[in-house]
């Protein structure tokens, strides 16, 4: 079973940035979801192992960047321009890898990490 170990999550004020860290046991695609109160889990983005495909959704398309270091089996989330709706808890998310494609569905994962909360002030 996959282990995956998040840190970087905290409190920003709006137009700030953040790095969010995953470090997996082993070598997997890797996809980052967000859950804010009330809300279903969606996907941020996603990155195929060894690296060459990446998938984000429209809302973060330019401000934030997924990538990964494969020595370190660490996948990582940079966001910048951060805004309130952006406030959300963030996971890590693990699957086989080989696809060809990233998914952007939850339940194609099949391991996640604890969640680190992210909070954007105005």
């Known amino acids: 079973q996959a282990l995956l170990v998040e840190s970087g999550g905290g409190l920003v004020q709006a137009g700030g940035s953040l790095r969010l860290s995953c470090k997996a046991s082993t070598r997997y695609d890797m996809g980052w979801f967000r859950q804010a109160p009330g809300n279903e889990r969606e996907f941020v983005a996603g990155i195929s192992w060894p690296g060459k495909v990446v998938s984000y959704t429209d809302a973060v398309k330019g401000r934030f960047t997924i990538s990964r270091d494969n020595a370190q089996n660490t996948v990582y989330l940079q966001m910048n321009s951060l805004n309130s709706e952006d406030t959300a808890v963030y996971y890590c998310?693990?699957?086989?890898?080989?696809?060809?494609?990233?998914?952007?569905?939850?339940?194609?994962?099949?391991?996640w990490g604890q969640g680190t909360q992210v909070t954007v002030s105005l």
């Open positions: 998310a693990a699957r086989g890898y080989g696809f060809g494609y990233v998914s952007r569905s939850p339940a194609d994962y099949l391991y």
